[in-house]
């Protein structure tokens, strides 16, 4: 599949499911493949189960 250009599509996994998602203005979601996936993703983030590593603070007076 490729657009009017030539270019090729690139395709991604959806990070919810891994169905192929093309990147295009069209995948309304992208990089997600629905709405439902979209909002699995957003209520792992709200109740903490995805987490950002962070280093611990220095330690003051070192």
Do not use: H
């Not at 657009?3 to 990089?31: A, D, F, L």
């Not at 909002?39 to 590593?53: F, H, K, M, T």
């Amino acid at each position: 599949m490729t657009s009017q250009s030539n270019t090729p599509i690139k395709t991604v996994s959806c990070p919810t499911c891994g169905t192929p998602v093309s990147w295009t203005p069209e995948s309304r979601y992208r990089p997600f493949c629905s709405e439902r996936c979209k909002l699995i993703d957003l209520g792992q983030w709200a109740d903490e189960s995805y987490r950002v590593p962070t280093s611990p603070p220095d330690e003051l007076g070192e």
